[in-house]
Nanobody
Framework: QVQLVESGGGLVQAGGSLRLSCAASGSGFSIKAMGWYRQAPGKQREMVALVSSGNTTNYADSVKGRFTISRDNAKNTVYLQMNSLKPEDTAVYYC??????????????WGQGTQVSVSS
């Protein structure tokens, strides 16, 4: 089993910055990919940023150049640095990890979500 604990959400004015963190705990697994998704009211959950085990990153077009995803493998933690925030970034942000146990297939886990609100 893997537990994910997110932190770093909050309320910020447009143009401001926030940093989200997500720490994975447990045993007997290796982390393959880590990422952040978000869900705004009335909208579907969407991918924000992903980082592979080889540190290859992928971003939604809407956040490119403003958000940066990174990971600390020693701490099993993924970060999302969010700069130049816009009101349309307001959403609940969810951490997601893809892990490999001693099984033929990987498992995906979700964090509890953290609210990010950007005022205009």
């Amino acid at each position: 089993q893997v537990q994910l604990v997110e932190s770093g959400g909050g309320l910020v004015q447009a143009g401001g910055s926030l940093r989200l963190s997500c720490a994975a705990s447990g045993s007997g697994f290796s982390i393959k990919a880590m990422g952040w998704y978000r869900q705004a009211p009335g909208k579907q959950r969407e991918m924000v940023a992903l980082v592979s085990s080889g540190n290859t990153t992928n971003y939604a077009d809407s956040v490119k150049g403003r958000f940066t995803i990174s990971r600390d493998n020693a701490k099993n933690t993924v970060y999302l640095q969010m700069n130049s925030l816009k009101p349309e970034d307001t959403a609940v942000y969810y951490c997601n990890v893809l892990v490999q146990f001693r099984t033929p297939f990987p498992y995906t886990y979700w964090g509890q979500g953290t609210q990010v609100s950007v005022s205009s």
